[in-house]
C-alpha cells in the first residue's frame, strides 16, 4: 500500500504561483510513476513522471507553467505552478501508480491510478 497527503493549495491572483506537495509513504520503492490530476468539471491529468528515468509529461493546457519534481530523498513530489489562471481551479490530487501501463498520453487521459491522496483545493480569481 502507499499513502499520499498533498498539501499548499490555497487562494492566489491570476498571474500568481503556487507549489503543492505530496509526501508518499508505504511501499513507494514498487511505484513506478506518479502524478498530479485535478478535478473541475472532469478529471484532468496536469502532469505525470516516470520514476526509472524521470521522465515528466503535460498537457498542452499547462505545459510550461507547471512542473512536477520528485524528491526521493524525501519522498516527495511537487508541483511547481506559475502563471497561474482561473481556469486552473480546482481540486488537486497525488497520484500514483505500481504498473503505469500504457502510454503517457493515455495516462494524462485516462487518469487511472491505483493510489490517490484525498486532494488539496486551489482556487484563482481573476
Known amino acids: 500500500q502507499v499513502q499520499l497527503v498533498e498539501s499548499g493549495g490555497g487562494s492566489v491572483q491570476a498571474g500568481g504561483s503556487l507549489r503543492l506537495s505530496c509526501v508518499a509513504s508505504?511501499?513507494?520503492?514498487?511505484?513506478?510513476?506518479m502524478g498530479w490530476v485535478r478535478h473541475r468539471k472532469d478529471r484532468e491529468g496536469v502532469a505525470v513522471l516516470y520514476?526509472?528515468?524521470?521522465?515528466?509529461y503535460y498537457p498542452d493546457s499547462v505545459r510550461g507553467r507547471f512542473t512536477i519534481i520528485q524528491d526521493k530523498s524525501e519522498n516527495t513530489m511537487y508541483l511547481q505552478m506559475g502563471s497561474l489562471k482561473p481556469e486552473d481551479t480546482a481540486m488537486y490530487y497525488c497520484?500514483?501508480?505500481?504498473?503505469?501501463?500504457?502510454?503517457?498520453?493515455?495516462?494524462?487521459?485516462?487518469?487511472?491510478?491505483?493510489?490517490w491522496g484525498l486532494g488539496t483545493q486551489v482556487n484563482v480569481s481573476s
Open positions: 508505504g511501499a513507494t520503492s514498487n511505484v513506478k510513476c
Open positions: 497520484v500514483a501508480d505500481r504498473l503505469c501501463e500504457g502510454t503517457w498520453s493515455w495516462r494524462l487521459s485516462a487518469n487511472e491510478y491505483e493510489y
Open positions: 520514476t526509472w528515468g524521470h521522465t515528466t
